[in-house]
């Protein structure tokens, strides 16, 4: 059973790998055997010393994906280093809070580009190495505002509900290439991307009290997802938006 999940061998790219999801999906990609490059704007210096000491290999590829600039270079630094290229994380992400009536155009921007318009072009730079070497994996990192309104975060709801269609359509155009296009959509996990609403008692209790599992979600919850899809045993996983949420969705 062991080597149905067994990523030994294998390089993976992860954005936004400095902190919170991200750095646990790399450390768990790591402790399945992958050599891991975390891309983002941050030091990487934390993840990397986490990774290695699963014994995997780590690269920092300084990168911000507030533009698609950066995207040819963070697929050919990842192929320099290893050879080879065979999963990419879309993790990387950011919110901006306000009421729909008073949102700006500069937040709605802000979002769509890092979550949305970068994971598009990532994906497509690695696609492009991956599909002629014969195949990848791509995990994209959704949310349950991939499935749901929420509230004050419009460009947010946008770009997760945009990155659960695009996930779908890739798997479409890309799955008899070899490539697998999956999302994991995290219900409300502790993270630098929910301290707002875990500082304001009463929407932190209102949500707490929906969770089934009782609790918000650890960052390492999120690893096992993340190795499955990128792992043989997903082989004929394709398009799927997987909620890893403490039962939120199934309330
Ligand atoms: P986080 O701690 O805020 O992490 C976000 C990551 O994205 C950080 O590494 C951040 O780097 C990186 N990033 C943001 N803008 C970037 C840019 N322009 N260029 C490169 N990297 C950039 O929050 P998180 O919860 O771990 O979020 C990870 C992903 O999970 C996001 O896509 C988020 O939407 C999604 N998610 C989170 C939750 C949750 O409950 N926490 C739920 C559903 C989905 P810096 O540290 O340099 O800013």
Redesign the pocket.
Known sequence: MDSLFDLTGRTAIV????????QAIAVALARAGAAVAG????SMDETGALVEAQGAPFLAIA????TIEPVARIVDEALAWRGRLDILVN?????RRADALDFTEADWDAVMD??LKSAFFLSQAAARHMIPAGGGRIVN?????SFQGGIRIPS?TAS?SGLAGLTRLLACEWAAKGVNVNAI??????????EALRNDPARSEQILARIPAGRW?R?DDLGGAAVFLCSDAAAYVHGAVIPVDGGWLAR
């Open positions: 954005t936004g790998a400095n902190t919170g999801l991200g891309v983002g704007r941050s990168a911000d994906l507030g993790n990387a992400g950011i919110i890092v979550n990192i959704a949310s349950l505002l947010y997760k959509a995290p219900g409300y996990f502790v993270t630098n991307n929910t979600g960052p």
